[in-house]
């Protein structure tokens, strides 16, 4: 009895393992997005100890503009 179930989890293994992928024929290539601009609001930065509530830096960046992916 115990050779019949691991033969059938043997089997169920195996057809799980062969059939449960799919391969794709091509991947799908999707348009580029503009570059980033990353602009800091200051240079340097040396903070206080009087500056500790306050906002030291703030960083600014361009929209990149990608394209939507929809998956199928």
């Avoid at 057809?15 to 800091?40: D, I, M, N, Q």
């Amino acid at each position: 009895m115990r050779s019949i179930i691991n033969f059938v989890v043997l089997l169920a293994g195996a057809t799980f393992l062969f059939v449960g992928c799919e391969k794709v024929a091509e991947l799908p290539s999707y348009k580029l997005g503009h570059p980033v601009t990353l602009t800091p609001s200051a240079t340097s930065v040396s903070p206080g100890a009087a500056d500790s509530a306050k906002t030291v830096l703030t960083l600014n960046w361009t929209f990149p503009n990608m394209p939507l992916i929809q998956l199928i």
